[in-house]
Each structure stands twice: as structure tokens, then as C-alpha cells.
């Protein structure tokens, strides 16, 4: 087996030196040889590997990561959890590209945001579009009566035009402790990736907004993983976002 010097597999492999010294020390590449004086000395057969090395790193796959998927020796294995890292690393790409997209306001207020997980109370209500406030504040009220804290309110369209049918939502840290009516649903909404799009309080737009979101999630190659959902949140509840939760089309769930 001819080997090559750890020189000769820099240019070979277009890695840097130090870069290959990095891979020794983290255990991702060791040399097929070292001579008593300490040189390195490489193998053909480990140019592939280097680069897929090199390759993984730049779309910053974490070290442990790459470690996994070289301990793993069946080949059909080995191809899945690579398959698995590629994936993820499509995902960040999209992420990105949908970033680049909203920094150079190609979608206006359209954007990407991580929603955080939440406990949330669901109450059925019937009002005219644009009226449930009546009846989110009275609501608030037997929560402050019950010294029960809420964070964010939601609303989740069910039917109707102009006499909507909604679910509102009271976002609260725990259910513990609270005795809570039989006509309400509680949920534990998981935190994932959702399409954000900030809108005012406007009735006659909130159609035309919805349908934003969807165009946009249309155009980008994102699926809707769940309905749209208004979120308010902030002093007062004043600070107004519909929600989208999405997964890509490869139907990994972005959260």
C-alpha cells in the first residue's frame, strides 16, 4: 500500500494541513502511519473519507454526529444515517434561503420564526368577525379571579363568514392546581417552525392575510402542519401575529 505524506494529501484531498491535524485530535481521521519522528503518512482509500469529512463540517454537522455515522460498519446503515444528516442539512439550507428572502423583503413581514411550546386552553365561541374581544376579556377576568397568570392568547378559525365559529386560547405555564370546566379543551401545543406573518387588528384584511400565508408557504415548498392560528402576546395583548406551523416537502416536522 503506497502512502503519501501528510503534504502530498493536503493538495490531494484540497484539505488544509491543520485542518487534517484537527481531524486527528478529534478522532475523525487518524494518519494510516506515523514514523518516529512524527510525520503523517495517508492512504489512497482515505481521500473519501477526508472530504466527506471536510464536507460535513462546512454544513456544520456537529463532531459527535460525524463520529456516529463512521462507527456505523453496515453499509445500508451507514447510507441512512448520512441520509438522515443531509436532511437536516437541507433543512438549515431552507431555513436560510426563506431568511435571505425575508432580510431583503421579498415577502414583506413574511418570516420564519421557532415557536416555543405552550399549554393552552381552548374555549369554543361564537361572534361577529373581528369581535371576540368581549369575550377573550371575559375570560380574562375568571383567570385573574383564579390568580391563573396568562402569557398569550390565541384564536383557531373553525367556520362561518361573517358569524364565525373559533376556538380562543388562553396560554398558561401549567394546568396544575386549576380546576378546570369540562367544556374546555386543553393542549399542549409543541414547539416547531412556523410562518409568521404580523398584522393589525384591521377586520377587512385578516382574509387577505390568511391567504398570505398560505401563498407563501405554496411558494417556499412548506406543507401546513396544523391551521392558522392568531397569536397575541405582549403589553396588553397588543402585539399580533398569525401563525402557520409548517413542515417541508419531505414531511419532516420542523420542530
Request: charged residues 25%.
Amino acid at each position: 500500500m503506497s502512502l503519501m505524506g501528510i503534504k502530498e494529501f493536503s493538495q490531494r484531498t484540497g484539505i488544509s494541513k491543520s485542518a487534517l491535524r484537527f481531524y486527528e485530535t478529534k478522532e475523525l481521521l487518524t494518519p494510516m502511519k506515523k514514523n518516529a519522528k512524527g510525520y503523517r503518512f495517508y492512504c489512497q482509500e482515505q481521500v473519501k473519507e477526508a472530504r466527506m469529512i471536510a464536507n460535513l463540517r462546512l454544513a456544520e454537522v456537529p463532531l459527535e454526529n460525524i463520529k456516529q455515522w463512521q462507527g456505523i460498519q453496515e453499509p445500508s446503515r451507514r447510507e441512512d444515517y448520512l441520509d438522515s444528516l443531509l436532511q437536516t442539512i437541507q433543512k438549515r439550507v431552507k431555513i436560510l434561503e426563506n431568511s435571505i428572502r425575508f432580510l431583503k423583503g421579498d415577502f414583506q413581514d413574511v418570516s420564519l420564526i421557532e415557536k416555543a411550546p405552550d399549554t393552552i386552553l381552548w374555549y369554543k365561541e361564537t361572534a361577529n368577525v373581528g369581535k371576540f374581544g368581549p369575550l377573550f376579556r371575559e375570560r380574562l377576568r375568571e383567570f385573574q379571579k383564579l390568580d391563573v397568570p396568562v402569557h398569550a392568547l390565541y384564536l383557531k378559525y373553525i367556520s362561518g363568514e361573517s358569524l364565525v365559529h373559533a376556538h380562543i386560547g388562553f396560554g398558561i405555564q401549567a394546568c396544575t392546581g386549576i380546576d378546570i370546566p369540562h367544556n374546555v379543551n386543553v393542549e399542549t401545543m409543541q414547539g416547531g417552525l412556523c410562518i409568521a406573518l404580523p398584522v393589525s387588528i384591521a377586520e377587512e384584511q385578516i382574509k387577505q392575510h390568511y391567504n398570505q400565508l398560505l401563498e407563501y408557504a405554496s411558494q417556499n415548498q412548506w406543507y401546513p402542519a396544523g391551521p392558522i392560528i392568531e397569536w397575541y402576546r405582549g403589553p396588553s395583548f397588543s402585539q399580533h401575529d398569525l401563525l402557520l406551523p409548517v413542515v417541508n416537502w419531505r414531511g419532516e416536522n420542523e420542530g
